[in-house]
């Protein structure tokens, strides 16, 4: 089956550093998703980028399908950042999670 | 714009229980998916339903079965409950036309 590989699995910040999130996928990726679950469960929506760059304020990611990857870039954090980062694969009719990343933001 | 919606937000059961969950899809969604989440771990698919059928289902007894009712609306029924189905429920919209998925807050069922 489908493997999602995510890195690191854990990350510990100190407000207002840089961070970046990776996704290894072991089949070409479409429709990717970024997430972020909040402490109270909630999976949030980040980016919808199946392929290239797109930014969202200190957000950025980037999606490169025919090699498999996609990276999350978290500038700036801030404590609400905290929680953890899913980028699921979409295999047709349902999405395949790796563990995540938990990110722990520090003030 | 509504999101998704789920109910109730927190459930307590007694193992061999029968429990019902219900989502309503972001406006404009007409296919509802169904994950189970337990604690430290990624969230895992149970099923799909699009125009009222299950269209694909993951590795879970048939224990877990659901609905989808006309106005787009989804329910998950878990019979006979054991102590591992205790986990997060999440309910996840989207549409033909693309554009991924949106998450509900999640159902925190805990069965004793």
């Known amino acids: 089956g489908i493997q999602v590989e995510q890195s690191p699995p854990d990350l510990i910040l100190q407000e207002g550093a840089n961070s970046t999130l990776r996704c290894n996928f072991s089949?070409?990726?479409?429709?990717l998703q970024w997430f972020h679950q909040n402490p109270w469960g909630q999976l949030i929506n980040l980016f919808y980028?199946?392929?290239g760059t797109k930014q969202n304020g200190r957000l950025s990611a980037t999606t490169v399908a025919t090699e498999r990857y996609s990276l999350l870039y978290i500038s700036s954090s801030q404590t609400t950042d905290s929680g953890v980062y899913f980028c699921?694969?979409?295999?047709?009719?349902?999405?395949?999670f790796g563990s995540g990343t938990r990110l722990l933001v520090r003030p | 714009d509504a999101g998704v919606t789920q109910s109730p937000t927190h459930l307590i059961k007694t193992r061999g229980q029968q429990v019902t969950l219900r989502c309503s899809p972001k406006?404009?969604?007409?296919?509802v998916s169904w994950y189970q989440q337990a604690l430290g771990q990624g969230p895992q698919f149970i099923f799909q339903y699009y125009e009222e059928e299950e269209r694909q289902r993951g590795n879970f007894p048939d224990r877990f079965s659901g609905h989808q009712f006309p106005n787009y609306s989804s329910e998950l029924n878990v019979n006979a409950l054991l102590l591992g189905d205790s986990a997060l429920y999440l309910c996840?919209?989207?549409?033909?036309?693309?554009?991924?998925?949106?998450f509900g807050s999640g159902t925190r069922l805990t069965v004793v």
């Open positions: 406006s404009g969604h007409d296919t």
């Open positions: 980028i199946p392929s």
């Open positions: 996840a919209s989207s549409s033909r036309t693309g554009s991924g998925y949106t």
């Open positions: 089949d070409s990726v479409n429709n």
């Open positions: 699921p694969y979409d295999s047709s009719y349902k999405l395949i």
